[in-house]
């Protein structure tokens, strides 16, 4: 990503989906993108009107954007960016919960939570989520929550114990 000014107080909420696109950029670009993309209509809607400063901070966005979009739709091919960013915000979740289920939860996996909730979120700039996606957005972000609490704590989070089912009731006794 180009230099940018610093962020204007007002476009505070779009910064994550800003680093997120940063950190992608190499290994993920057209996941990348999707992510600048959603910063910016994000950004246009929260932004301070009377601050010059946020669409100082915008344009060189909205440039940058318009430079890559042709690498971007050669990377992606035929197949539809939602389905590829939603399938990389699956894949962390996957791998977040996968480790979290093996007892191995840690400030990695906590991250990792945050990162899948962070592209679920993108994906809502085509549309609401699919029921299923919502369900482990919401998740994802609770599960960041928790882990990082029990971090902090010093403590590790474990997965809750799975129920055993209810024992079979003994034969009746027979009498006589």
Same mark, same amino acid.
């Given at each position: 990503?180009?230099?940018?000014?610093?962020?204007?107080?007002?476009?505070?909420?779009?910064?994550?989906?800003?680093?997120?696109?940063?950190?992608?950029?190499?290994?993920?670009?057209?996941?990348?993108?999707?992510?600048?993309?959603?910063?910016?209509?994000?950004?246009?809607?929260?932004?301070?009107?009377?601050?010059?400063?946020?669409?100082?901070?915008?344009?060189?966005?909205?440039? =940058?954007?318009?430079? =890559?979009?042709?690498?971007?739709?050669?990377?992606?091919?035929?197949?539809?960016?939602?389905?590829?960013?939603?399938?990389?915000?699956?894949?962390?979740?996957?791998?977040?919960?996968?480790?979290?289920?093996?007892?191995?939860?840690?400030?990695?996996?906590?991250?990792?939570?945050?990162?899948?909730?962070?592209?679920?979120?993108?994906?809502?700039?085509?549309?609401?989520?699919?029921?299923?996606?919502? =369900?482990?957005?919401?998740?994802?972000?609770?599960?960041?929550?928790?882990?990082?609490?029990?971090?902090?704590?010093?403590?590790?989070?474990?997965?809750?114990?799975?129920?055993?089912?209810?024992?079979?009731?003994?034969?009746?006794?027979?009498?006589?």
């Amino acid at each position: 990503m180009a230099a940018i000014p610093d962020f204007p107080p007002s476009l505070k909420p779009i910064q994550e989906y800003l680093t997120k696109a940063k950190q992608l950029a190499k290994v993920k670009p057209v996941v990348s993108h999707y992510c600048k993309v959603f910063a910016i209509e994000q950004g246009l809607k929260v932004r301070d009107k009377a601050d010059k400063g946020t669409l100082a901070f915008l344009m060189p966005l909205m440039d =940058e954007l318009e430079r =890559e979009k042709k690498e971007v739709e050669e990377l992606r091919g035929i197949e539809d960016p939602q389905m590829q960013v939603e399938l990389f915000a699956l894949e962390l979740f996957k791998k977040a919960d996968d480790q979290y289920y093996a007892g191995r939860a840690d400030k990695s996996t906590s991250v990792t939570f945050r990162a899948s909730a962070t592209i679920m979120e993108v994906c809502r700039q085509w549309g609401d989520l699919p029921a299923d996606v919502a =369900e482990k957005y919401k998740y994802a972000k609770v599960k960041a929550l928790e882990i990082w609490k029990a971090v902090q704590e010093g403590r590790v989070a474990m997965p809750p114990v799975a129920e055993e089912p209810p024992a079979a009731p003994s034969p009746p006794t027979v009498v006589g």
